[in-house]
């Protein structure tokens, strides 16, 4: 007869012994990585001593246009600000992209029916509306200086990048409209696609005429951010391409989202809010604007924070980190594209060594992402641009060597109407996408892999569009690269950035002088 096997009571106890050290060892390793990458190792001091110039106070506020994807976005990154411009005698608008209504939980305790039915999410973003307008409120604006434009949470960068013309509409996935359910919206019944969406700015520009506008940073990592940047930027250079803006507003952007910052994620009034950690280590680190904040302001801004109750009561820590010592913009400029001889642009060669010289035109965080651990080519580094030959050469380089495991994607985009985009990826699958294909041969556009990077090459021809009198050239283009790893998984970003073609181009930032910026 078989012995049963009996565990001893020694036994069990070792066993859960086992499994409850195993589970606190992965506590620890996730809880030491998410200290690492939250950027909480590098807090830096109070420095209450500093003394900065204040950018409103050295020059003049007239009227201040504030663009926010989400509602709370303009209070956590432009509360300060707004009352300054009201102390000032300013005009003051905000237009708010999306009703914020993609948050499920929140959904969950708005309106009746099923639970996260689409009338749920457009409860939501009623909701938020209305805290929306209490916060403004308690800053001093009035109900009519804001905007609701209804385009959809979650969906403003594939209106930028897939759903561009009325042709094709997105659908949300929250509120299953391909067009605003809201009563209120900028334009009623507003399709969801970009040209809808940079129609309604510029109605918004020509009519408010801002001195001033704010906007999400072109390194904001949420992508609704960026697609706003994108989208808001057409709008303006579309604007000035057609003289109707005889002043272009200064730009200035606000940060919101990224792993690194603001740090700490706590209540921390009296401490000074700094670039991210790895944004400084960059040779534009000085281009920042920053804006004091009196006890008072701190006060309200805070009080304001507190009015969208939907989402402190979410993350309420993470919102009041945004209440410091100063509020903190960067100053957004338009570079001009280096023009290469003729022998020079011809010779791959003479291309590799202009490269090894020559000052980026964009310069990426390094170290920002897990890709330091995993690839150090996916960690982008910076983004160098030339002109020669009636070609566009822009070279991406990573922080390591390139990799054939990463999938480097280019994406551009002219400002002409209709507009040119064009997407090249180079990796395990290389391939060429454009919104006008019918003056697009894939074989056209060329990719080839350096020792230090991955250099693009795209006919200027590409970008010429009919606007009905004659072919025209681009005088700017807007690009970002990202790099991807594991089924399109994206990686690293770099922001968004205006290339100018030329110096006879104005910059339509209009940057502001260096003895106002950190």
Same mark, same amino acid.
């Given at each position: 007869m078989p012995v049963p096997n009996v565990r001893s009571p020694q036994d069990s106890i070792a066993k859960t012994a086992g499994k409850v050290t195993k589970r606190l060892l992965t506590l620890i390793v996730l809880a030491l990585l998410a200290y690492h990458f939250t950027g909480y190792p590098a807090i830096r001091r109070p420095r209450p001593d500093r003394t900065l110039s204040p950018w409103l106070a050295e020059r003049p506020i007239e009227s201040l246009l504030v663009i926010a994807p989400h509602p709370d976005d303009e209070t956590l990154g432009c509360a300060g600000v707004i009352m300054y411009a009201l102390d000032q005698g300013a005009r003051v608008c905000v237009a708010l992209i999306t009703n914020g209504d993609g948050s499920s939980v929140p959904a969950h305790t708005s309106g009746k029916g099923p639970l996260l039915a689409p009338s749920r999410y457009i409860s939501l973003g009623n909701r938020r509306q209305n805290e929306t307008l209490a916060a403004l409120t308690s800053l001093g604006l009035e109900p009519e200086d804001v905007c609701f434009l209804g385009y959809p949470d979650g969906g403003v960068s594939a209106l930028w990048s897939d759903f561009w013309d009325y042709s094709d509409l997105f659908r949300s996935q929250y509120t299953k409209a391909n067009m605003s359910p809201y009563s209120n919206s900028f334009t009623p019944n507003a399709p969801y696609c970009g040209l809808s969406v940079v129609n309604d700015i510029c109605s918004i520009i020509r009519t408010f005429n801002p001195s001033h506008i704010l906007l999400p940073h072109p390194n904001d990592t949420h992508p609704d951010h960026w697609g706003t940047f994108a989208l808001v930027t057409y709008a303006l250079q579309r604007l000035v391409c057609e003289q109707e803006l005889q002043n272009p507003p200064e730009m200035l952007a606000y940060l919101i989202h990224r792993g690194d910052w603001p740090v700490p994620r706590l209540y921390s009034p009296r401490w000074p809010l700094d670039p991210p950690n790895t944004v400084l280590r960059l040779r534009a680190a000085d281009e920042w604007a920053y804006q004091p904040l009196t006890n008072e302001d701190r006060a309200q801004k805070r009080q304001a924070i507190l009015e969208h109750k939907s989402q402190t009561a979410m993350m309420r820590m993470y919102m009041l980190s945004f209440v410091r010592s100063n509020e903190l913009f960067a100053v957004l400029r338009s570079p001009v594209i280096a023009q290469l001889p003729s022998h020079q642009s011809r010779s791959s060669a003479s291309r590799d060594s202009h490269w090894q010289t020559a000052e980026p035109t964009i310069w990426d965080p390094q170290g920002d992402t897990l890709t330091r651990l995993v690839s150090g080519g996916a960690d982008l580094q910076a983004v160098y641009a030339a002109t020669g030959n009636g070609m566009l050469y822009i070279m991406a380089k990573p922080k390591g060597r390139p990799s054939d495991n990463v999938r480097y994607v280019l994406d551009i985009s002219d400002f002409g109407n209709p507009r040119t985009q064009i997407s090249v990826s180079y990796g395990p699958k290389q391939s060429v996408r454009t919104s006008s294909s019918s003056n697009l041969n894939p074989g056209d556009v060329q990719v080839r892999r350096t020792v230090d990077g991955i250099e693009f090459a795209i006919p200027l021809t590409l970008f010429q569009t009919d606007r009905g009198t004659g072919t025209t050239a681009p005088s700017a283009v807007l690009l970002a690269?990202? !790099?991807?790893?594991? +089924?399109?998984? $994206? $990686? =690293?970003? /770099? +922001?968004? /950035? $205006?290339?100018?073609? !030329?110096? =006879?181009?104005? =910059?339509?930032?209009?940057g502001v002088t260096s003895d106002m910026m950190l």
């Open positions: 690269i990202h !790099s991807a790893m594991i +089924g399109d998984i $994206v $990686v =690293d970003r /770099t +922001g968004w /950035t $205006v290339l100018r073609l !030329s110096e =006879d181009q104005p =910059d339509i930032f209009r």
